[in-house]
């Protein structure tokens, strides 16, 4: 199972990225899919989750509101629309597959993508 991840980079604070999640070797119709975060020095840390029938997404409180996640069962990719972004909101990037559940916890999930830098500066 890859996971590959993609559209990260450089962004004033304010602008928006969307951040892609390809998945090969696996059902991903079956996958409950799962985007983290691990900013320099800090534990990684739930960012969305979308269920594996797209019917139920879950987000951190911290992104509510400015963030949404989404799938493409045809293309087997998750995504992760980022508006209204903040420094804060920088970080390494992860999407994850795990059970069909939009999972928060990390061990929810038994794959992992290779991560993307997201930056954003004031």
């Known amino acids: 199972v890859q996971l590959q991840a993609s559209g990260g980079g450089v962004v004033q604070a304010g602008g928006s990225l969307r951040l892609s999640c390809a998945v090969s070797g696996r059902t991903f119709s079956s996958s409950g899919m799962g985007w983290f975060r691990q900013a320099p020095g800090k534990d990684r840390e739930f960012v969305s989750a979308?269920?594996?029938?797209?019917?139920?997404?879950r987000y951190a409180d911290s992104v509510k509101g400015r963030f949404t996640i989404s799938r493409d069962d045809a293309k087997n990719t998750v995504y992760l629309q980022m508006n209204s972004l903040k420094p804060e909101d920088t970080a390494v990037y992860y999407c994850a597959a795990g059970r069909s559940a939009a999972a928060f916890r990390a061990y929810d999930y038994n794959y992992w993508g290779q991560g993307t830098q997201v930056t954003v500066s004031s």
């Open positions: 979308i269920s594996s029938s797209g019917g139920y997404s």
